[in-house]
């Protein structure tokens, strides 16, 4: 498919870019060559080709079952560093607001 400049004139209008002649010309053959790589992609045969799936066709949801901090902290330790800090409310460490 080759374009001819009134069809680049159109698409550089439609893209809201001034171009010169040389760029016209030079735009018209890349455009060109793009397209005619498309027409033969649209001929290639893919009945045979199975459908892309970004490699996530086969992968399920893992999840953890839920644990309590007893589970996961050492509860001595954190009541220790809880107690380190320079002021606490209610068992937390308490900081300055930052907004």
Do not use: C, W
Request: charged content about 25%; aromatic content about 6%.
């Amino acid at each position: 498919m080759s374009l001819d400049i009134q069809q680049i004139e159109h698409i550089a209008n439609l893209a809201r870019i001034e171009l010169t002649a040389l760029e016209q010309e030079k735009f018209a053959s890349q455009l060109s060559s793009i397209l005619d790589y498309v027409d033969k992609l649209k001929k290639t045969p893919v009945t045979s080709v199975l459908p892309a799936d970004g490699g996530t066709f086969e992968l399920t949801n893992v999840f953890r079952a839920d644990a309590t901090s007893e589970d996961v902290f050492d509860v001595d330790l954190a009541k220790q560093l809880i107690a380190l800090a320079p002021e606490t409310d209610n068992g937390q460490v308490k900081v300055e607001k930052i907004f």
